[in-house]
């Protein structure tokens, strides 16, 4: 079950029997994942246990260390349920990342300097060779903003958009004024959820603030807004989200 590494980055192959033939020939997303387990071994054993029926292309211990579980070539099962701007199978159009890290069940502690370090040279050399576009480095709670949370608020996306991967403007400054919320309708509800429907989110444009748009509202907070994580879409998630969307590559 062995096979040769894609990225000369990669220590060691550790080969996981979940994967399977990618549908189509696209690959142009890039999603990262913390293990929400106490250990580094243990997620790693489960990523490569048949009965779990999940699995990564790449894993990051903590001290840096990198292997490779899944080809690229082929179909990791890391993403689950999910969408981004239209798609909806992101396992065939993705490669995953799984970084060993407790999550939020287990305090959310800063991730180690050698990871991260790790994780971005790794996540470079992927999206240079596969040229996939600075928008599509997402998080997984970005692609299943109902389901997950990872890799959550503490991890240093501007840091990875400083060495050239994915895409990052500065956050809007936190600041009380106006704000939509759980139980608002109308236009300004409307014109949210087209932006968040444009820049990528699974995001019906309904013009109601339920539960679902929350998780959304949550989901960029988390990975664009880490200041303040609260579903709140305030002026300074709205700003940013302005900004990005005004910023994306041509």
């Known amino acids: ?27 142009d997303m890039l999603i990262l994942h913390y293990t929400g387990m106490p250990t580094a071994e243990g997620a790693l054993e489960r990523l490569r246990d048949p009965a779990a029926e999940v699995s990564a292309h790449y894993f990051v211990f903590e001290d840096g260390r990198v292997v490779q579980m899944v080809p ?46 790790a994780v971005a040279r790794l996540a470079r050399d992927i999206v240079v060779r596969r040229a996939i576009p600075a928008p599509r480095v997402l998080a997984h709670s970005d692609v299943a903003p109902a389901r997950k949370e990872d890799p959550g608020e503490t991890f240093p996306w501007e840091r990875l958009a400083r060495e050239g991967v994915g895409h990052w403007v500065p956050p809007a400054p936190v600041r009380d004024g106006r704000f939509l919320a759980m139980g608002d309708t109308g236009q300004p509800v409307e014109a949210l959820q087209a932006m968040l429907a444009l820049y990528g989110y699974e995001q019906p444009v309904t013009g109601g603030f339920d539960t679902a748009m929350r998780a959304v509202v949550t ?32």
């Open 72 to 117: 690229e070539a082929e179909r990791a099962w890391h993403a689950g349920a999910g969408a981004w701007a239209g798609v909806r199978d992101i396992n065939s159009r993705s490669i995953g990342i799984e970084i060993a890290h407790p999550g939020h069940a287990g305090g959310l502690p800063p991730y180690p300097e050698a990871q991260i370090a």
């Open 219 to 250: 989901a960029f907070q988390r990975h664009f807004r880490p200041a303040r994580i609260d579903g709140v879409a305030d002026s300074s998630t709205i700003t940013t989200l302005r900004d990005l969307i005004a910023a994306q590559p041509a």
């Open 1 to 27: 079950m062995s096979f040769a590494p894609d990225s000369p980055l990669v220590q060691a192959v550790v080969a996981s029997p979940n994967r399977g033939a990618r549908a189509g020939d696209a690959l």
